[in-house]
């Protein structure tokens, strides 16, 4: 059992940057994949970055490729995403995500095994 709470999110105008973090809670935190996704109102869940067991290999969507990264560290149980030249269109609930299976969260949110609670990003002047 893993669980996850996201925290940072808040107002940013575009251009911005702003950093979330994912507090992880379990024994075997090591053992999981970590991902990135956000939900944005009236659209489905999307894929936003993931992070191998190790940290070791990371994948990002094009929609945010060259501007956000995914990072973790272990020894704080922690996962972070760097949010950089913010877009309005960036705007969303942001949610951590945990797998067992190594990488394949970015095929979608069903392969999902933990979810955090979400955090608010609003991107707007």
């Known amino acids: 059992q893993v669980q996850l709470v996201e925290a940072g999110g808040g107002l940013v105008q575009p251009g911005g940057s702003l950093r979330l973090s994912c507090a992880a809670s379990g024994r075997d935190f090591s053992s999981y994949a970590m991902a990135w996704f956000r939900q944005a109102p009236g659209k489905e869940r999307e894929f936003v970055a993931t992070?191998?067991?190790?940290?070791?290999?990371?994948y990002y969507a094009d929609s945010v490729k060259g501007r956000f990264t995914i990072s973790r560290d272990n020894a704080k149980y922690m996962v972070y995403l760097q949010m950089n030249s913010l877009k309005p269109e960036d705007t969303a609930v942001y949610y951590c995500a945990a797998d067992r299976s190594n990488m394949r969260l970015r095929f979608g949110a069903s392969f999902a095994e933990f979810w955090g609670q979400g955090t608010q990003v609003t991107v707007s002047s």
């Open positions: 992070i191998s067991w190790n940290g070791g290999s990371t």
